[in-house]
């Protein structure tokens, strides 16, 4: 379902002043507008994508809603744009080169011949994040926005965890957030990043596995360390229903303290777009 939520101190002519984030992938297109002077967030506008998607299709789709959609044809102060897929790979810093990432990121991904290497520095750890982007999705966006920055989407995912879920007297934390047929799971501990990973699914059955494996795989206990959920989830979805007959302690995860809202975004939540509204925070 399609998401337009505006608040009504937006001025489509203020624009230049105001920053915007866009989050890709083939399930969906979503953007949010932020004004800096009152860090508030104050428009976001979610268009959802048919099932059967492919790369092709939706580089044409992209194209489409860049040429008619009135807030993406307007000039920002900054543009960040985020792409949503699996293919990603982390490097820790002291072993980091920047003419090694076509050999970190074949470490243990496919590198197809139209895509686009990037690289994101994670702010809460010494670490990179190495990524692609499809070669014609990347001039689309440099065509339609100027002072862009390119990230992926499980680097705004773990600054939010390290932020929310971090800190020298915290004890372990599991955050999942699912995203069309895939989930990421990150597992916090004190300061630390332990575990960052992304598993495929169908079935509630898959995504259960995936989370108890990670509890099996690290030893921790399924009683006492809480789970966050995050994304394509609700308290109403059955498959939260189950994970609670497994986990002692889930929560929806919850809006990031940084930022303000529009009273408009109360008709969604917010914990579906957890990396769209952490964004801004992978900007140092």
């Known amino acids: 379902m399609d998401i337009v939520l ?16 866009i989050q890709a992938g083939l399930n969906g297109y979503s953007f949010l507008i932020l004004d800096p002077l009152r860090n508030k967030y104050i428009l ?22 860049h040429k ?5 044809a307007r000039e920002y102060k900054s543009v960040y744009f985020s792409w949503q897929s699996p293919k990603y790979t982390l490097i820790p ?23 686009e290497i990037n690289y994101n520095a994670l702010q809460g750890i010494d670490a990179y994040n190495i990524f692609v982007i499809p070669s014609e999705l990347s001039n689309i966006i440099y065509r339609s926005c100027k002072n862009v920055t390119f990230f992926h989407h499980v680097t705004p995912f773990i600054e939010h965890c390290l932020i929310n ?22 597992v916090i501990s004190g300061e630390e990043l332990l575990l960052c990973n992304t598993f495929p699914w169908k079935e509630d059955s898959d995504l259960i596995y995936f989370i108890l494996y990670v509890y099996d795989q690290l030893k921790l206990d399924t009683a006492g360390v809480p789970l966050f959920l995050a994304g394509e989830i609700s308290r109403k979805s059955t498959v939260y229903d189950l994970l609670k007959s497994y986990i002692g302690k889930i929560r929806l995860e919850k809006q990031s303290e940084h930022f303000t809202y529009s009273y408009t975004f109360n008709e969604t939540d917010h ?8 964004l801004k925070l992978c900007v140092s």
């Open 93 to 115: 810093g002291p072993l980091f080169k920047r003419d090694c990432l076509r050999s970190y990121f074949e470490f243990n991904q496919v590198l197809d011949d139209l895509d």
């Open 68 to 72: 008619n959609d009135e807030f993406l």
């Open 271 to 278: 914990h579906r777009f957890l990396n769209l509204f952490n």
């Open 165 to 186: 879920h971090g800190g020298k007297d915290h004890m372990a934390t599991v955050v999942a957030n699912t995203y069309g047929n895939n989930i990421d799971v990150a």
């Open 6 to 21: 505006i608040d009504e101190t937006l001025d489509i002519n203020q624009t230049k002043n105001y920053h915007i984030s």
């Open 44 to 65: 976001l506008k979610h268009i959802q994508f048919p099932d059967g998607m492919t790369p092709v299709m939706l580089e044409d789709k992209i194209a489409g809603i």
